[in-house]
């Protein structure tokens, strides 16, 4: 059964703390993405990766971190430099070729609240 | 950089009625275009996509799309709401070049009145 998979579900953090976020595909899609979805702001890309040991900044990357070690994992961590961390965080990920080019697959979501 | 606007952040319609969510983009050339919806704490899903390839596009759940070039708008049709279909509903656009992400609209939040 192909999907993206995102855990915890739920994920509480105090403040200061470092949190990480859990994505994994085996859709065997190049492109991995993070975003964040904030009541009424649509979503906001984080980070994004189109290669394994390689990724770029979105738009709201800092207080961000992100690894691609493995083409079917980009896990994304919450430093205790965000400053507003509570939010659902949502991964994709997307084929760079083929029919469904440019068509971004998402995962279920972790919840992030900040205790 | 490409760009869309959801012009409605609330619809309301009665079940059995027709659903219009619209959708204006802003680029410099013919882009590509997404439809998505999504269901209380869920993730994303694919409605329906434009790519150029025609300007009417059919997606899941009888839903479809009129990409109109003179008035840059995609905006997204049903003939008869369900009440299954009251979810929150986004617009998007490849933000540039390659594979860089969407840019996403701050959604539609569809209510479906019985």
């Known amino acids: 059964d192909g999907g993206i998979t995102q855990s915890p579900k739920y994920l509480f953090r105090k403040e200061g703390q470092n949190v990480t976020l859990s994505c994994e595909q085996n859709?065997?899609?190049?492109?991995m993405y993070w975003y964040r979805q904030d009541p009424g702001q649509g979503l906001r890309l984080i980070y994004y990766?189109?290669?394994?040991?390689?990724?770029q900044k979105g738009d709201i990357a800092e207080g961000y971190s992100v690894s691609r070690e493995k083409k079917e994992s980009f896990p994304l961590t919450v430093t205790s430099a965000q400053k507003n961390p509570t939010a659902f965080y949502l991964c994709?990920?997307?084929?760079?070729?083929?029919?469904?080019?440019?068509?971004?697959?998402f995962g279920p979501g972790t919840r992030l609240t900040v205790l | 950089a490409q760009s869309v606007t959801q012009l409605d952040s609330h619809v309301s319609v009665s079940e059995g009625t027709p659903v219009l969510l619209r959708c204006n983009y802003s680029?410099?050339?013919?882009?590509?275009l997404f439809w998505y919806v999504q269901h209380p704490n869920k993730g994303l899903q694919l409605l329906l996509k434009?790519?150029?390839?025609?300007?009417l596009v059919k997606g899941i759940n009888g839903f479809e799309a009129e990409f109109k070039k003179s008035e840059t708008s995609f905006h997204l049709t049903k003939p008869s709401a369900h009440m299954s279909d009251a979810a929150e509903y986004f617009c998007?656009?490849?933000?540039?070049?390659?594979?860089?992400?969407?840019?996403f609209g701050k959604g539609t939040h569809l209510i479906i009145q019985p």
């Open positions: 994709a990920s997307s084929p760079l070729r083929g029919a469904s080019y440019n068509e971004q697959f």
């Open positions: 859709l065997n899609h190049d492109a």
């Open positions: 990766s189109q290669i394994v040991n390689d990724f």
């Open positions: 680029s410099s050339y013919s882009p590509s």
């Open positions: 434009y790519t150029s390839a025609a300007t």
């Open positions: 998007a656009t490849p933000s540039g070049g390659g594979a860089d992400g969407l840019t």
